[in-house]
């Protein structure tokens, strides 16, 4: 097994970039009515938002980024790399079945949602057992990852059930901390020892 090439830790930033970049630029094209505090996410690449092309180019590109990151993610558990990648898709998928102007859309709703979902839990099924792992692929590492992002969507599915006002801040969080946990483990793995990367077993033990 070879280490995480060069072209995994690109996709890993490139996919904060396009999600915080698309969030910025989409957030500053709406009206004042829009209120990132309340407001999703989703709103900005739905069919009511201005110039929704910039976050729907956000979502397909970080949607595309994290297939690439579970792809070449080598030293991780097959499991684990297999969530990263359903999380991509299902975020990249979101994009094609908008939000509607008035109401909600239930397709949109449940891919975007099992995609929160796989890139939170995706660290617990990726995590190693051999002493020579990189950090964030041991298991306290990859099930405190989890742990955090799991609250954080516990967080954002009581403001959504509930109608909160705090919809947007919770999302935010939530999808900024599963962005940047894929960026800490592909730079970390990236230098783990040629030897581990030669001869560790794809599984767990």
């Known amino acids: ?10 996709s890993a930033i490139l996919a904060t970039i396009f999600l915080l970049g698309g969030l910025v630029l989409a957030t500053a094209r709406q009206s004042a ?17 201005t110039d929704r092309w910039i976050m729907v180019i956000g979502l397909i590109g970080m949607g595309s980024c994290y297939i690439l990151v579970g792809i070449g993610l080598r030293p991780a558990f097959i499991m684990g790399r297999v969530a990263l990648v359903i999380g991509g898709t299902l975020s990249l998928a979101s994009a094609f079945f ?24 995706w660290p ?9 792992a990189p950090w964030s692929l041991r ?24 109608r909160g006002d705090q ?3 919770t999302e935010r969080f939530l999808a900024a901390a599963e962005s940047l946990w894929p960026v800490i483990v592909v730079i970390n793995a990236r230098q783990i020892k040629p030897a581990f990367a030669e001869v560790v077993p794809d599984k767990p033990g």
């Open 1 to 10: 097994m070879r280490p995480v090439p060069w072209w995994a830790v690109i």
């Open 33 to 49: 009515s829009y209120n990132s505090v309340r407001d999703t996410i989703s709103y900005l690449g739905g069919v009511g938002a």
């Open 98 to 121: 908008p939000q509607p102007a008035v109401g909600n859309s239930a397709i949109h709703g449940v891919l975007a949602g099992a995609g929160f979902v796989a890139l939170a839990v």
């Open 124 to 132: 617990a099924f990726a995590f190693r057992m051999e002493p020579e």
């Open 139 to 162: 298991p306290t590492a990859s099930l405190a990852a989890t742990g955090v992002m799991i609250a954080l969507l516990f967080w954002f599915a009581t403001e959504l059930f509930n």
């Open 167 to 169: 919809i947007g801040l």
